[in-house]
Every structure is written in structure tokens, then in C-alpha cells.
């Protein structure tokens, strides 16, 4: 068996549970396309997390569900904030900017997370041609730097956005990893907050691939469905994305998933912080565990153990725990460090 290395919670495998649902739902011909009793379970779990007035569709991907999501909300003409860390801007090649056509402003944080008064200065030039209209602010849920906004800092974002005519977009792909951290349910940190639209993730809580896109309010929605296929996001054989939803929220494994994927975090990010040279940059607050340590050891750390280079500028690095991380793998991992970062 390979190793299993802390480099992304998209490196690990397919949950056990979810690979015995797809193999229960190969049996026979069904309606392609979503018009399948699996696909309609699936979607009744959706509303029964996150409230029965919403509308949901399945896509292959994080990014397709990003970028369909903001250009079923958007026009080319429009802006969209987001953090200088956020998914949409570093990890997408441009295709928000190709598919919407907006402009991305991006705002430079300490944490990942947007505030208010980051955005309140940049809203001029509201109603002149010249300028890009703001139109979206979208944030990470878990942020690319591994912190949680609150239940308050997202209905404060929501709130403000509403107030200023815009939309409050979230990238869900870790939302599970969220709802553990502030043990609240989907609900309560998405509709009951004032959200919009969100990407919500199943691949790194333990699916083999599928993301969801959700409204909050139907009419946002329009005409997703053609969006949708123009985007090349439309799985024909929808039932077997269907079936890994079904397997991860008709039950409590997305729960336990992340919450073992965080303890995992806390245990990692504990030990770490004990070698004297290394040092923890961001409060451990969902998977990942970001840290610098000397330059000079990464490389020989990287020869046993797959991880990142998060900013290479500090030697910063980033280690993500995911639903089968083990103990077994951080007591060696962190031997292994304590031998080599002397
Ligand atoms: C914050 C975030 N959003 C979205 C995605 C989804 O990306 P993909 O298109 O690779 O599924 C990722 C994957 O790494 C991510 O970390």
C-alpha cells in the first residue's frame, strides 16, 4: 500500500462507505442525467441540511462549481472580491475571469478571511460606466489558510453584502471540516447566515469526485441548467455522484470524517508547535496545519513525507490531515521531523 502523506486532503483515497455505495447503486439502467430516484434522494438530503427552499445541482468538480456558481450570478461587467488566498484566484488558471468575464479584486489578509472594512473602501465608482460594478464577495469556508469564520463574521459579510447590493458566494469545498470546528450544522452556517450561492465539497470529505452548487434563493438559480451544461458540468451518469452524497449525508459520515480530519490537525499542529524550530503561523482550526522551520530541512522531509511549500518567501509550509489520517502516520511523521529539524 502507499504511504499516506499530509500534502492534501484530495491525495487520500475514497472513503470505504462511499465506494460500497456506488457499487450498490451499478446495478441496471436508470434515466441519465439526474432524472433518477438516486439523484432525487440525494437532493431531499440536501434540503433536509440545509433547508427545503433551495436549489441544487451536481457538477464533477470544486472549480466548475466555483466558476458556474459566480457566472449564474453574475455579469461580465462585474467585480468579485475575494482573499489574495482564495481558490478562485490562485488555483483556478483563470477560469473565473474566463468564464464570468469579472474582474477579481482581491484583498490581501493575515488569515484568509475577508472583513468589511477591506471591502468598504474598494465599493466607488458604483453606478459610472467606467468602472466594474460590485457584484459578489466570495469567501472560503474553510479558508485556504486552514481558519473558520464564525457564525457572526459570515452573517456580518452576508449582511453587508445584502445592504450593498451584492452577493455573498462561498467555496464549501472543506464546509464539512467548518461545521465540525463551529459544531454547527450546514443550515446554520449557510441559509441561517444570509448566503447566496455555495460550492459544496464531497471529494475531500471522502468521495472519489462530485461538488454541489446550492442556492439559497431559487430565482438565483435562473438558468443554471443550460449554465450548467455549457459549462461542461453536467454528469450523464449523475447517479453514481448521487449515490456518494446519499453515503456521506443520509447518515453521520461527513461528520465523522471531518471530525476525525480536524482531531487529526490538532494532534499534528500540537506536536509540531514542541519543535523548538518550528513554528505554527495559523491557529489550528480545521485539517490543515501551517508552519514554518528552516529551508534548509525541507527537502530531506519531503524525500519521506509529500507535502507543500505553502509561501516560500517565509518557509512556510502547509500539511493537511484527511478522514484516514492515523495517529500511527503523525507519530512518524513527527519522529521523523525530531530527528531531522535538530
Ligand atoms: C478551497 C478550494 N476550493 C475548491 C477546490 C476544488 O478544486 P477542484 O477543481 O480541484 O476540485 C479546492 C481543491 O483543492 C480547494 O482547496
Known sequence: MSKRSFASDNNAGVHPEVIEAIRNTNDGHVIAYGNDPITARAMELFQKHFGSDI????????????????????????????????????????????FTGCKLITIATPDGKLRVEQIKPLLHGIGVEHHVQPRVISISQVTEMGTVYTREELKTLADFAHDNGMLLHVDGARLANAAVALNATFKEIT??????????????????????????????????????????????KMRFISAQFEALLSGDLWRRGATHANQMAQVLGSELAQVPKIKLTQPVESNGVFATLPKEYIPTLQEKYFFYVWDDAISEVRLMASFDTSEEDIRDFIDFVKQIVQ
Not at 68 to 93: N, R
Open 55 to 98: 436549489a441544487v445541482y451536481f457538477v464533477f468538480g470544486g472549480t466548475g462549481a466555483n466558476v458556474l456558481g459566480l457566472k449564474a450570478i453574475t455579469q461580465s461587467h462585474h467585480a468579485i472580491f475575494c482573499a489574495d488566498t482564495a481558490h478562485v484566484h490562485v488555483d483556478e488558471c483563470g477560469a473565473p475571469e474566463k
Open 191 to 236: 441559509a441561517d447566515v444570509g448566503v447566496d450561492v455555495l460550492s459544496f465539497g464531497g471529494t475531500k470529505n471522502g468521495m472519489m469526485y462530485g461538488e454541489a452548487v446550492v442556492f439559497f434563493d431559487k430565482s438565483l438559480a435562473g438558468d443554471f441548467k443550460y449554465i450548467r451544461k455549457q459549462g461542461m458540468q453536467l454528469p450523464s
